[in-house]
């Protein structure tokens, strides 16, 4: 079974300034597909970015950026310029690409301050 | 509707109850996920369906819960004598089919049971 760690409950930074989310996670499978959710007060569960484990480029969207290092199993997600609105919960998650659409498997998540 | 929507938003019930809780995934999703939050947890699994034919159960806590999918459309996630510890965020999530797609997250049923 696939597992997904987040150790770090909750981080601080500061407006504009530049913070890392560490995700490491365990698997046996070769390909399977990363994921960061945004989940704010409201609950709803948002999209940040994903990476593809075949791919060796990290994936970037915007301030959001990652750190895909797949021998170490290892997924940080690096927000730069950080703004108010990035304050939320950040989830970690992994999914198989064996097969068809499958379950996301999810960290334990990370609670981001974002200071004045 | 354009996504995902769940109801209702919020349920107390008393222990010992049944509830259901619904959810509605966006038109032409095949895919769809039950989740459960519990309060500072993560998102646990509970059951994927894929059209009306769920190939993985292996989240369902207990057989006090259950599920199905009518029409590859709405679905409905019961949970029978209700129980303190099922207290929770009750989230679904529908995608397309492939593991690539997305799943998009409705904005979840708080439950409380008293």
């Known amino acids: 079974a696939q597992t997904v760690t987040q150790s770090q409950p909750e981080m601080s930074v500061q407006e504009a300034e530049t913070v890392t989310l560490s995700c490491t996670y365990d698997?046996?499978?070769?390909?399977?597909?990363l994921f960061w959710y945004k989940q704010p007060p409201s609950r709803q569960m948002i999209l940040v970015i994903r990476?593809?484990?075949?791919?060796?480029q990290n994936a970037t969207e915007n301030r959001f950026s990652v750190n895909f290092q797949k021998a170490a199993k290892s997924f940080s997600l690096k927000i730069s310029d950080s703004q108010l609105g990035d304050a939320a919960m950040y989830f970690c998650?992994?999914?198989?690409?064996?097969?068809?659409?499958?379950?996301?498997?999810f960290g334990t998540g990370t609670r981001l301050q974002v200071t004045l | 509707g354009a996504g995902v929507s769940q109801s209702p938003s919020n349920k107390v019930t008393e222990k010992g109850k049944d509830v259901e809780l619904r959810c509605d995934p966006i038109?032409?999703?095949?895919?769809l996920y039950w989740y459960r939050q519990s309060l500072g947890q993560g998102l646990e699994f509970l059951i994927y369906?894929?059209?009306?034919?769920?190939?993985?159960k292996s989240g369902l806590p207990s057989d006090r819960f259950s599920a199905e999918r009518t029409g590859g459309s709405v679905s409905t996630l019961t949970i029978q004598r209700t129980q303190q510890e099922d207290s929770a965020v009750y989230l679904c999530?529908?995608?397309?089919?492939?593991?690539?797609?997305?799943?998009?997250f409705g904005p979840g049923t708080r439950l409380t049971v008293l």
């Open positions: 038109s032409g999703h095949t895919a």
């Open positions: 698997t046996s499978e070769s390909d399977y597909y």
């Open positions: 369906f894929q059209g009306n034919s769920a190939p993985d």
């Open positions: 998650a992994y999914r198989s690409a064996i097969g068809t659409a499958s379950k996301l498997t």
């Open positions: 999530a529908s995608s397309l089919q492939t593991a690539y797609n997305e799943q998009f």
């Open positions: 990476q593809e484990a075949y791919k060796q």
